[in-house]
């Protein structure tokens, strides 16, 4: 059976960890950055927790570990700049878009569901 | 249609690959095409070629291989994620001067570019997490 | 119309909000593993709103002992059921 609705993006990932504490921020990364290597179209959505991963001024973890603010800092060479927020994500931490390392679009929860249904596919990290 | 699994738990810690596990034979049971599973993150080691659990326990290995093998289902394992954590194919084994291999066969080592190849080729891909 | 899984009890953690989030008016929602303790009707009251989208896992009910404590608004689906599910979606998400 072929899907013939019409998308938007291609991807959706999803991260709702914050930088060192797990392997999932990373991850979900390296699949958007994969994705955007093979010319998909990728959108970010940071959801709870993982608007951490956008907080200013990040250094190494334990052992020198890298963390992931390299990596988002390079967005843009590969044309990743579909950044969202859940704004409850934000509220819950006290923090607004402006604290933020990169420029993102905050969304609601009605605007949230119409992302979901933008994207051919969602994968939640 | 044509279906493909993400897995992302480990083996025995979670749930996840026994769910996955009887969603793949579900599916297939219908007549559904699963044309992969791929392993990802801590599901990585749902390859691990030394798993020994108790004979009263299922053999999760060696349930994704007879699945694979009965109904020529891929099962693909990160590379990336899974070299982290120990799993070697002969391959990587010899290129990392490693005396040991620790991925089972049918399971094959590639590249995350196939998460996305599935994902975009095939009419449901459907994730198991921890 | 998506399908969003969620493996983890409302009684414990907060993924059941994420998931909410993310659902449109018509969207379903199944309840897995942990999860289906969501279907008791002490905690069904975090999914108000979903009657008639609101589905729970038989297997992982009947392992757990919790088969016939589901509240009557929860509809109680087999593997089977999953797969339907899957097919009717144009897409599901996890949450875990």
């Known amino acids: 059976m072929q899907d013939h609705h019409h998308y938007d993006s291609d991807l959706l990932v999803i991260l709702r960890h914050g930088p060192h504490g797990s392997s999932w921020l990373k991850e979900g ?47 843009e060479m590969y044309d990743i700049d579909s950044l969202l927020v859940e704004e409850q994500g934000l509220s819950c931490l006290g923090l607004s878009s402006d604290d933020l390392m990169l420029e993102v679009t905050s969304l609601s929860p009605p605007a949230l569901a119409r992302v979901f249904a933008e994207h051919r596919l969602v994968l939640t990290f | ?54 004979q009263d326990e299922p053999h999760l290995v060696d349930a994704w291989a007879g699945l694979a093998n ?61 | 119309m998506l399908l969003h899984v969620v493996n983890r009890s409302p009684a414990t953690s907060r993924v059941y909000q994420q998931a909410l989030s993310g659902m449109s008016p018509d969207d379903r929602l199944l309840l897995i593993e942990d999860g289906v303790q969501g279907a008791l009707p002490q905690l069904v009251r975090y999914y108000a709103g979903l009657e008639g989208r ?17 509240d009557a608004s929860v509809q109680v689906v087999d593997v089977d059921g999953f797969v339907d599910l899957t097919e009717e979606a144009e897409r599901t998400v996890s949450w875990y």
């Not at chain 1, 990728?42 to 959801?47: A, D, E, I, Q, T």
């Not at chain 2, 279906?3 to 559904?32: E, N």
């Open chain 1, 29 to 75: 990364l390296d699949a958007a950055l994969v994705a955007a290597a093979f010319g998909r179209r990728v959108s970010l959505l940071f959801m709870g927790e993982g608007v951490a991963a956008l907080m200013p001024c990040q250094k190494k973890g334990p052992l020198g570990q890298k963390g992931t603010a390299e990596t988002l800092e390079m967005l």
């Open chain 2, 1 to 54: 249609m044509r279906y493909a699994i993400l897995l992302m738990g480990t083996p025995y810690s979670d749930q996840a690959s026994h769910s996955a596990l009887r969603f793949a034979h579900a599916l297939v049971a219908r007549g559904h095409c699963l044309e992969a599973v791929f392993f990802y993150h801590d599901g990585v080691h749902n390859a691990a070629r030394l798993a020994a659990p108790p």
């Open chain 2, 70 to 130: 009965e109904h020529r289902v891929a099962l693909q394992v990160c590379i990336a994620a899974a070299l982290r954590r120990g799993l070697l194919d002969e391959r990587e084994a010899a290129r990392h001067g490693k005396d040991g291999v620790s991925v089972q066969a049918p399971f094959e080592l590639t590249g995350l570019g196939q998460l996305v190849d599935l994902g975009m080729r095939c009419d449901r891909l459907v994730t198991f997490g921890p």
């Open chain 3, 54 to 70: 609101l589905f729970a896992l038989k297997e992982d009910l009947e392992s757990r002992g919790l088969l016939g404590h589901c």
